[in-house]
């Protein structure tokens, strides 16, 4: 099946820094990956996501970047703020083969960010 | 609009007794996905519905596990007998359709084996 490898576990970063978290997937046939933002005590939050058709999409001080041909997909985040400190998950999912739409998720284990004021 | 909707949101047990969790998704969200979080980890999918139907339980703990989903609205995720690595957050989420659409998580319930 689907494995995704998350790098860094850990990220510390000054307050209005860039932050880069990177993943990489194992099934070639993976078309749609989601970054998702969780706070303590709450559920995933998706902040952004990116299909296999494209490979970069931006959204204010995110932006995710796509390489099929090495199968990685980083998470930039720009100008850093302290409510950027949380657990960060990457995921990937491959498309069906009987059905419409996409298998599981596959997440990866989590980048913790910190953000020093 | 709501967000999905969780209870209880901390249970402690004892190994072999069993519990159950319940879910309220956002309405209107065909698909419902229970998941199960261990400390340090990605989510986990269990299972996923589609209105009434499973879509995929491939991993899911047939033995111990059971889930259903009443009139395709609420679910309820029963262990028995909980095993002492079971412990684990359970997040319940919703979505408009399938997994390529956004998902929208609940708050989790907390769950700790003794």
């Known amino acids: 099946g689907e494995n995704v490898e998350q790098h860094p576990s850990t990220l510390s970063v000054q307050e209005g820094d860039s932050a880069v978290i990177k993943c990489t997937y194992s099934d070639s046939a993976s078309n749609y990956f989601p970054w998702y933002k969780q706070e303590l005590g709450k559920g995933p939050q998706l902040i952004i996501d990116?299909?296999?058709?494209?490979g970069e999409k931006k959204d204010q001080r995110i932006a995710v970047t796509l390489n099929k041909t090495a199968k990685h997909f980083s998470l930039h985040i720009t100008e850093t703020q302290p409510e950027d400190s949380a657990v960060y998950f990457c995921?990937?999912?491959?498309?069906?083969?009987?059905?419409?739409?996409?298998?599981?998720?596959?997440f990866g284990t989590g980048t913790r960010l910190t953000i020093i004021p | 609009e709501a967000g999905v909707a969780q209870s209880p949101r901390y249970k402690i047990i004892e190994k072999r007794q069993s519990v159950a969790f319940w879910c309220n998704p956002i309405?209107?969200?065909?698909?419902l996905y229970w998941y199960q979080q261990i400390l340090g980890q990605g989510p986990k999918l269990l299972i996923q519905f589609q209105n009434n139907g499973v879509v995929d339980d491939s991993q899911l703990p047939k033995d111990r596990f059971s889930a259903e989903r009443l009139k395709g609205v609420d679910s309820t995720l029963k262990i028995q007998p909980a095993k002492l690595e079971d412990s684990a957050v359970y997040l319940c989420?919703?979505?408009?359709?399938?997994?390529?659409?956004?998902?929208?998580f609940g708050p989790g319930t907390r769950l700790t084996v003794t």
């Open positions: 309405s209107g969200h065909a698909t």
């Open positions: 995921a990937a999912s491959k498309p069906q083969i009987s059905n419409f739409g996409n298998e599981k998720l596959t």
């Open positions: 989420a919703s979505s408009l359709r399938d997994i390529s659409y956004e998902q929208y």
């Open positions: 990116i299909r296999s058709n494209v």
